[in-house]
T-cell receptor, first 114, second 110 residues
Framework: NAGVTQTPKFQVLKTGQSMTLQCAQD?????MYWYRQDPGMGLRLIYY???????DKGEVPNGYNVSRLNKREFSLRLESAAPSQTSVYFC?????????????FGSGTRLTVV | DAKTTQPNSMESNEEEPVHLPCNHS???????IHWYRQLPSQGPEYVIH???SNVNNRMASLAIAEDRKSSTLILHRATLRDAAVYYC???????????FGKGTHLIIQP
């Protein structure tokens, strides 16, 4: 099925470890996004990439880096994980500057930092 | 600032219509209203969107007030699978992402 694929689905890290969350979409969308969702909260934007070759900070970028590897792939890296980064991470994609198009979300990566 | 206001939770019975309200009193003339829902342990899912006119699709209907300061998502015949958190989001349509509030937790009773 077409859509947004995230890997891994679950991960446990120790404080200070690093890891990269992977995201790929096969809908030829220009824009891609990383969100985090804490318990009982709405999603908060970490970083986004409006088009291939560009990235911008969202609401909560501290402690994260991103790479737009190509049009399909957008990765999120935690260089030194902290317990405050325990969350569910969602990747999404959409068409650029078209409000008529909805966003498509992946199924999430559940990350625990101990 | 999510820029929209929704009730924290609502409850309805299976096979009955559900009307989910949303206030967006500071909406600009070019902002669209989008609705997403999030089922338990899943990512958000697009439901419907609109600008000025009422909209219908296979999932729901969207009724937008004439002054555009509020809107209502209508599920015509709720099922247990409609139990989810529903987010009302206003967006200018740029590529800078969606701003989510806490949404409305919809509970469906059998």
């Amino acid at each position: 099925n077409a859509g947004v694929t995230q890997t891994p689905k679950f991960q446990v890290l120790k404080t200070g470890q690093s890891m990269t969350l992977q995201c790929a979409q096969d809908m030829n969308h220009n824009s891609m996004y990383w969100y985090r969702q804490d318990p009982g909260m709405g999603l908060r934007l970490i970083y986004y990439s409006a088009s291939e070759g560009t990235t911008d900070k969202g609401e909560v970028p501290n402690g994260y880096n991103v790479s737009r590897l190509n049009k399909r792939e957008f990765s999120l890296r935690l260089e030194s994980a902290a317990p405050s980064q325990t969350s569910v991470y969602f990747c999404a994609s959409s068409e650029f500057s078209f409000p008529d198009y909805g966003y498509t979300f992946g199924s999430g990566t559940r990350l625990t930092v101990v | 600032d999510a820029k929209t206001t929704q009730p924290n939770s609502m409850e309805s019975n299976e096979e009955e219509p559900v009307h989910l309200p949303c206030n967006h009193s500071t909406i600009s003339g070019t902002d669209y209203i989008h609705w997403y829902r999030q089922l338990p342990s899943q990512g958000p899912e697009y439901v419907i969107h609109g600008l000025t006119s009422n909209v219908n699709n296979r999932m729901a209907s969207l009724a937008i007030a004439e002054d555009r300061k509020s809107s209502t998502l209508i599920l015509h015949r709720a099922t247990l699978r409609d139990a989810a958190v529903y987010y009302c989001i206003r967006t200018g349509g740029g590529a800078d992402g969606l701003t989510f509030g806490k949404g409305t937790h919809l509970i469906i009773q059998p």
